[in-house]
DNA sequence: TCTCCTCACTGAAACGATTCACAAGGTGCT
DNA sequence: AGCACCTTGTGAATCGTTTCAGTGAGGAGA
């Protein structure tokens, strides 16, 4: 008499809820096979499986994935955590990452640490309650102790844009010393003789190295260190970026460098920013090198020269690399490094002839 | 003899998989104790508590997220399905929402439609077999039968940046007639007689509102609308306002308009690129609104005059409407319209005396 | 001493899908 | 006819948690 799904005596109208089991009451078959429509539908006969297929039309019947995923053991997503969602090099990275996650079926769950170790961990906790296949991790400062956690438990995590801290582990990662290196020899060979680097080194390793290549490019091009300058803005952000070019500028004049390599485009793009809010022309009276290459980079009134990173790549990769560690068989480790590349524009090279009255 | 979660025979060491039954019989303690410890403390006395946690601890037990779900009926995430994450508007309402929903210890799965309702369907598709709380939605062009579902199943829908299609559903939007009239009338004040509208209206209501809002101060202020051109773009990206640009000025001059609102910031960029390209100066010879007011705006070369939207209000409030719909009690549907304001900047603005010699 | 409460804890029944050993019926071969 | 085999479908056990009706133990009051 009283309908399974339909709750308390009161509860008039449609059951809230539609099981596979009413979905089998309904076409007169065992949930069992429902199931097998679902999962194995060469295994059914077309007509029971037409008519599975209609039932489960007719009552709107659908999935409900966390049952699944109590009796697989895991879910269908991978967690993605990223320093800087306003970032666009992380939107990118994050498109990379989605377009070989959906091709597999399997969603990510994309979080924000903020570049807050604290974040991180709550966004590490969460994806470990969650059950996921795996977490792609750009790491903050120090890799957090949910880090190991996870990996005992048998959730892959892949480090991005970051190298391993060990060889039992995949990361994606760029060659920023390279990187550094071709940013300070372009500004060296373009005549420059003292630089600046804005970002860090901080705390992030990414930026240390990219530091490293810029003092071992400056020190090979001009003999020593001393022409190097060295600025850390609160943020790796765009406000940070104009905080560091008004410290420079600052400088007194001898002391003043004449560009300027930065440890990423939004850093850039603010310094650029400010330079023309203070009527100093870019590239003539200060140059400058972002870091990252992200589209508003060649977008800005005054092209940005930036270091290339393959953005979507290094998601692709890495997501990929992800779903060969949690499929299991035979899977292992790799840590490839991808190479930077300089893509010289406006900012940091020798301007046309383009002074719109006299020259 | 045998242990519980060690699986097969052959499976030795620490188990895969702890669960709230295996800390229960190693604290000495019911499944049902272990349960109120965690979500009930203060029933549980305060040695059995610690006994409990201590288990817990040395267990390195974890919730299994899925179970709780199943057992709930819903899950603890919402969603966010935005119509182009590579869009800081997006990111910044993604922001807003996250905030919110943090604040109540659920997560945000952020999907992203690419303005493709095949992929806005596919992602609606998957968030409604993962139960979630309630989905926060800019739609594209058409809402998609899903949202209908969604709603019949108890599943709140709220869209944001779009004004609802009737009075049963909450929305979070913008008056963007309003904003189209700011924006065309900004630079009717500036004098501008001949202005172009880049990104529309093509098939999205809200770059359509904006659209007659220029339309109706373009009439207004001059008596017709012929002095209006309209350019649509493929897309409503930086590569899109470029193209736009790129179309206008290849347009006779006497029917090239002098200023152009854009649908977007990032329309608005890329015709700024393209201008400077072709050494154009903004404002002096082309005078550039955009919409949105994302932060790059205020930070590319010529600051860029925009039509602000309170970005992360918006997300929050939707999020907060859609938490309130899924409490359920007494929710009264709302459909907040915030107004936009124009912020004035240097790429519609007569230029300041800031030659950089005489003044 | 008896009754009545409260407090702390127990244990079994859900939640909804998947899986797997098994059964029933049909087909083909000897 | 007898047997093996394949196809199709069944139904119970299972995943890990929450919830809730109960069970005792202990204390207070009469």
Redesign the pocket.
């Known amino acids: 008499m009283c309908e399974?799904?339909t709750?308390p005596p009161g509860t008039e109208g449609a059951a809230l809820?539609?099981?596979?089991?009413?979905?089998?009451v309904s076409a007169?078959?065992?949930?069992?096979?429902?199931?097998?429509v679902?999962?194995?539908p060469?295994?059914?006969?077309?007509?029971?499986?037409d008519r599975v297929l209609a039932a489960i039309h007719t009552l709107g019947?659908?999935?409900?994935?966390?049952?699944?995923q109590?009796?697989?053991?895991h879910s269908r997503t991978i967690g993605l955590v990223v320093l800087d969602i306003a970032n666009p090099f992380f939107t990118d990275v994050a498109r990379g990452v989605e377009e070989v996650a959906n091709a597999q079926g399997l969603s990510v769950v994309l979080c924000n640490s903020d570049g807050r170790p604290d974040k991180e961990a709550a966004h590490l906790d969460a994806l470990t309650e969650q059950r996921v296949r795996g977490v792609v991790l750009t790491p903050t400062a120090e890799i957090s102790p949910q880090v190991g956690t996870l990996r005992q438990r048998g959730v892959p995590v892949v480090l991005l844009d970051r190298r391993a801290p060990g060889p039992d582990q995949c990361a994606v990662a760029v060659d920023d010393v390279l990187g550094g290196r071709l940013a300070a020899g372009h500004l060296l060979g373009q005549g420059h003789r003292r630089i600046a680097f804005i970002g860090g080194p901080g705390g992030l390793p990414q930026l240390q190295e990219r530091y490293e290549g810029v003092v071992a490019a400056v020190r090979e091009g001009t003999g020593s260190d001393e022409a190097l300058v060295l600025i850390t803005p609160e943020t790796l952000t765009v406000a940070g970026g104009r905080e560091a070019a008004a410290r420079l500028l600052a400088l007194p004049a001898g002391q003043r460098p004449t560009a300027a390599v930065c440890a990423n485009d939004l850093l850039a793009m603010g310094a650029l920013q400010e330079m023309v809010r203070r009527e100093l022309r870019v590239p003539d009276d200060f140059a400058l090198v972002g870091y990252d290459d992200i589209d508003y980079a060649a977008a800005a009134a005054v092209p940005l020269t930036s270091v290339r990173k393959p953005r979507q790549e290094l998601g692709r990769r890495a997501a990929e690399l992800l779903l060969d560690e949690a499929a299991g068989e035979g899977h292992e480790h790799q840590q490839p490094v991808f190479e930077p590349v300089l893509v010289a524009r406006e900012s940091s090279t020798v301007r046309h002839p383009r002074r719109s009255v006299a020259s």
């Open positions: 399974r799904s709750g809820t539609v099981s596979i089991r009413d979905v089998a007169g078959v065992s949930v069992g096979t429902v199931s097998n679902l999962n194995r060469d295994s059914v006969s077309p007509a029971t499986r019947f659908v999935r409900n994935e966390s049952a699944r109590l009796r697989a053991g």
